[in-house]
C-alpha cells in the first residue's frame, strides 16, 4: 500500500425513493423554521410543490438559479433571504441550482439542505466556481459543503435522455481524475471504481426505459460516489480543460465534460496504467479512453466539440489558457499534445 493522507468530509446522506417527504424534518432537525427554497425556471413547478408540502417551515420560492453561478443573481437571491428572514436554504435541482445555495451560505453561513436532480455531483464538495465579469473562479471552503443531502430517485426520473448521459459522464469524469489524482488515496479510488461501474451500467438501461427505478437507483448512486470523488481530491487536465470551455467559450457544462473526457483519459494513459486499468473494469472494457467514448456515442451524446458551440478558431486560444497556469497531472502539460486532444475532441474521433 502507498502512503497516503485523506480528510474525510462531513456529510449526511439520505438516499432512497420518495425521500422528499423527509425534507421537513430535516429543517426541524438542523434547529430551523424558515426555508428558502431554490431552484430554476424550469424546475418551477416541482420548487412550488415543495414549498405547498412544506407549509409554515417555508418562506418561499426563489427559482432563478443560472448555470455557472453568476454573481448578480447571488447578490438578488441574497435580497430575497434577507426580506424573507430565511433560516436555511434548500436546493432543489442540478448544479446550477446547488451552486446558488452554497453561494448563499459562502456569504451568510445558512445552512443548506440540498435535492440533486442530476448527477454533476455539487452537492458532495466543498467546491464552488462563481461568475462574474465573463470570468469563472473557483473556490474550495467547508462553508460550501451543504450540511445535508436527500437523494430521492423519483426525482430523476423527469430527467431528459441526453441530460442522463452528459450528466452521467460529468460525473464519471470525477471518478477518472481522482483515480490518478496526486492525492488519490485507496477509499477514494475505491468509491471512484464503483461510481464508474454504477453509472457505466445504469446509462444504457436508462436510455431503454428512462422510468427504469432500478437503473436511475443505480446512476443516482453512482453521482454521489463519483461526486465525493470530486469533494475529496485534486483534479487534473479533463476539469483543467472543461474549465477552460465553459468559462471562457460559455460551452455547456455536462455536454463538455462528456466530449472531452475520453481524450483526456488517453492523454494520461501512459502516464497513469493502473488508473486506466481500473477504469476499463469498471466498464467492463478493454481500453479506458475508448470505453468512455463508446459509453457516450452508443446512449447518443454528443461527441464533438463542434457541435455543442466550440469554434475551431477559438482552439488556440483555449489552448494557451489551459497552459497558462501550471497544475498536477500525472503526464506533464505539453502545449502540442493539448492542441492534438483538443483537435480531437473538436472532430469527435475515437481516442
Ligand atoms: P443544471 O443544474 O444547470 O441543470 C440543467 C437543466 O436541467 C436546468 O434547467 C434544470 O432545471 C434541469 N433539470 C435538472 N434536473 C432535472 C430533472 N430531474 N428533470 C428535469 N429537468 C431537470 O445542470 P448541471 O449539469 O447539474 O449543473 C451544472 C452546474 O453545476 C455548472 O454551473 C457547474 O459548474 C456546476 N457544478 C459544480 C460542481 C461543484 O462541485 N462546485 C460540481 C459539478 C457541477
Request: include cysteine; charged fraction near 15%; charge should be negative.
Amino acid at each position: 500500500m502507498q502512503p497516503f493522507i485523506y480528510n474525510a468530509l462531513p456529510s449526511r446522506v439520505i438516499f432512497g425513493f420518495g425521500t422528499l417527504a423527509q425534507v421537513a424534518e430535516e429543517i426541524r432537525a438542523l434547529g430551523c423554521s424558515r426555508a428558502l427554497v431554490l431552484t430554476t425556471p424550469h424546475q418551477r413547478a416541482s420548487g412550488e410543490a415543495l414549498v405547498a408540502k412544506l407549509g409554515e417551515l417555508a418562506v418561499g420560492l426563489y427559482d432563478n438559479a443560472t448555470m455557472h453561478t453568476p454573481v448578480e443573481v447571488t447578490r438578488d437571491a441574497l435580497g430575497v433571504v434577507k426580506s424573507s428572514g430565511a433560516d436555511c436554504v434548500v436546493a432543489l435541482g442540478g448544479g446550477s441550482t446547488i451552486g446558488l445555495g452554497k453561494a448563499i451560505a459562502l456569504n451568510t453561513d445558512l445552512p443548506q439542505i440540498v435535492i440533486p436532480t442530476t448527477y454533476a455531483g455539487s452537492e458532495a464538495t466543498p467546491i464552488i466556481g462563481q461568475t462574474e465579469n465573463g470570468l469563472k473562479t473557483t473556490q474550495r471552503t467547508l462553508k460550501v459543503l451543504p450540511e445535508v443531502i436527500i437523494y430521492d430517485v423519483d426525482l430523476t426520473l423527469t430527467l431528459p435522455a441526453q441530460m442522463t448521459v452528459t450528466s452521467g459522464m460529468n460525473a464519471i469524469a470525477h471518478a477518472v481524475e481522482a483515480l490518478y489524482s496526486k492525492d488519490a488515496n485507496p477509499l477514494i479510488s475505491m468509491l471512484a471504481e464503483q461510481g464508474i461501474a454504477a453509472i457505466g451500467r445504469a446509462l444504457p438501461r436508462i436510455q431503454l426505459d428512462p422510468q427504469d427505478k432500478e437503473a436511475r437507483s443505480d446512476a443516482l448512486f453512482g453521482a454521489w460516489a463519483c461526486g465525493v470523488c470530486l469533494g475529496a481530491v485534486g483534479m487534473s487536465i479533463h476539469h483543467k480543460l472543461c474549465h477552460t470551455l465553459g468559462g471562457s467559450f460559455d460551452l455547456p457544462h455536462a455536454e463538455t465534460h462528456t466530449v472531452v473526457l475520453p481524450h483526456a483519459t488517453a492523454y494520461n494513459a501512459d502516464a497513469a496504467p493502473e488508473a486506466m486499468a481500473r477504469i476499463a473494469r469498471a466498464l467492463g472494457v478493454d481500453n479506458a479512453a475508448q470505453g468512455l467514448f463508446d459509453l457516450a456515442a452508443s446512449n447518443g451524446a454528443p461527441t464533438r466539440l463542434a457541435d455543442i458551440g466550440m469554434e475551431e478558431v477559438d482552439l488556440a486560444r483555449a489552448v494557451e489558457i489551459a497552459c497558462s497556469s501550471p497544475y498536477w497531472n500525472p503526464r506533464p502539460i505539453e502545449p502540442v499534445a493539448i492542441r492534438k486532444l483538443l483537435e480531437n475532441a473538436f472532430n469527435g474521433n475515437r481516442p
